[in-house]
């Protein structure tokens, strides 16, 4: 597809405009001005129209098809909450307008906090953070902030291999160094190595639960033991909460801080769909280093509070991005406490199921590799698939599933690269061709050809056969002619681009 500088022509334009009426006056300080005629691209409407139209078809999205992106929960956005955020109360308001002309907004803020604190088990918390990682950036702010308040500084941040992807970068980012704690043969935290590890310098544990091979740590209470002895804090990566929302709260497992993706979990747009939004919760002792502002209620309505003693500051223009916060707010008066636990209980379902059924062709490292779709339903919950927390539970039912994965899963194409040259990328390109977006690859690091799907909670019995059938002809295929597997996709629009190239290179215009 050409560019659009590609469809300029010298002097064509939108819009005519007539001769301005308003006389010219020149500005004194000339080196303000711009020298030269900026380079825009010079088209008719039409033309202008019909470009950025067959952009957006050439886009792929949660409503275009499948998209099992491992570790991101890319469940679908009702079109409701879109129509709440785009109330001319919430949309024609400003940040800098007088709190007695925002009470509508305020009370959205203090109200969607309110219910993450009920969710999440915790006892306050702040919108302000703009992201997932900038929740983490900010949690551990905070962090080092406690921590300098009893005149310790603390360096370590430690981080399981299994931890979500960002941990260590906003960690080192925050100004500590990181301590890589290694995952057991069973894909869970390696108790004997996290002693070794906890010392004076540790100021907390990153921990993601479910992990990113889709795994409950169920040593959670004794990890927490660890932790809490060592007068360190446990943090908790949100990022995996849409597994256990409404089930069992961060809060009570032991965590001290946490954030959550509300453009994961609660059904916002992620990614290119729009801003996400990563509020911070915590505990109480450390509520005094929250970032500002902060929304109280009292009999007058509602209104900014004083900024907490010790706080971190602020970490984001105004009070984060509102209408993302907005649309989450609606997600959860929309489910209420029942329909948020049954969100949690389908995701889980839909991922055994999907695993189930590809773990027959591909293998599953991780629990699930025996079970079958039937057999699935059989367990009713006992091996985790219906929600269960205790995913190696030892019963028989259990032992005899192999055990069960949470919200997503991860299978392995090594043996099939060993025997065919088919790699875990060359199945995702793959997928292109059957109308589905490709799962994550290559990820978590600690299974080789590593493929994590997730079909979250949105996705029907049909979507997931559909693409289980996608999968396993892919595999049968590169058995019979992989050379076909390594050259896909074939109908995109793009087919195999020189990936590392078009990242450090991107050509945006002529």
Do not use: W
């Amino acid at each position: 597809m050409r560019l659009i500088f590609d469809k300029s022509v010298k002097d064509r334009a939108c819009v005519t405009l007539p001769a301005s009426e308003i006389p010219v006056y020149s500005v004194k300080n000339a080196g303000f001005l711009r020298i030269a005629a900026a380079e825009l691209p010079e088209v008719s409407e039409l033309d202008l129209v019909r470009h950025y139209d067959a952009l957006s078809a050439r886009a792929y999205g949660v409503d275009s098809g499948f998209y099992p992106l491992g570790s991101c929960t890319m469940k679908y956005n009702p079109k409701l909450h879109e129509s709440m955020a785009g109330l001319c109360g919430f949309t024609d308001i400003h940040p800098l307008q007088d709190e007695t002309t925002v009470q509508g907004a305020l009370e959205v803020v203090y109200l969607l906090t309110e219910y993450l604190k009920e969710i999440t088990g915790m006892d306050d918390g702040s919108l302000q953070p703009a992201a997932g990682a900038h929740g983490e950036f900010t949690s551990l702010l905070m962090t080092d902030a406690y921590f300098r308040s009893k005149g310790e500084r603390r360096k370590k941040i430690l981080v399981p291999d299994s931890a979500h992807g960002t941990n260590p970068a906003s960690a080192a980012m925050a100004g500590f160094s990181v301590v890589n704690i290694p995952s057991r043969r069973d894909g869970l935290v390696d108790l004997n190595a996290l002693r070794a590890e906890t010392d004076g310098g540790v100021a907390a544990l990153m921990l993601t639960n479910p992990n990113t091979l889709g795994l409950y740590e169920k040593n959670i209470a004794e990890i927490a033991e660890i932790i809490h002895a060592n007068d360190s804090l446990l943090y908790y990566d949100g990022a995996n909460l849409n597994a256990v929302m409404g089930k069992i709260r961060p809060g009570d497992m032991g965590f001290d801080i946490m954030h959550i993706n509300l453009h994961k979990t609660f059904s916002a747009p992620h990614g290119g769909g729009g801003p996400g939004s990563g509020p911070v919760l915590c505990k109480s002792f450390l509520r005094d280093f929250l970032p500002y502002p902060l929304v109280g209620a009292s009999e007058g309505g509602y209104g900014f509070l004083k900024p907490p003693k010790k706080s971190v500051g602020k970490v984001r223009s105004f009070y984060g991005n509102f209408l993302v916060a907005l649309k989450a707010f609606a997600y959860i008066i929309a489910l209420g406490r029942g329909g948020i636990r049954d969100a949690a209980e389908k995701a889980v379902l839909n991922a055994n199921y999907m695993c189930a059924l590809v773990s027959e062709f591909l293998e599953a490292p991780f629990g699930g590799a025996r079970m079958n779709k039937t057999e699935v339903s059989e367990c009713g919950g006992e091996g985790g698939c219906a929600g269960s927390f205790e995913c190696a539970a030892e019963s028989e039912k259990s032992k005899k599933f192999g055990g069960a994965c949470m919200h997503e899963f991860v299978v392995s194409a090594e043996k099939l690269k060993v025997d065919t040259g088919v790699s875990a990328l060359d199945i995702a390109k793959a997928l292109i061709d059957y109308g589905m977006h490709p799962p994550t690859v290559y990820f978590p690091l600690t299974v080789h050809e590593a493929l994590m799907f997730e079909p979250t909670e949105t996705e029907s019995k049909e979507t997931i056969d559909a693409a289980a059938a996608a999968l396993r002809e892919i595999v049968g295929e590169a058995a019979k002619n992989p050379e076909k597997i390594k050259n896909a996709p074939f109908t995109a629009h793009v087919g195999r681009p020189d990936e590392v190239k078009a990242a450090r290179k991107p050509v945006l215009a002529r």
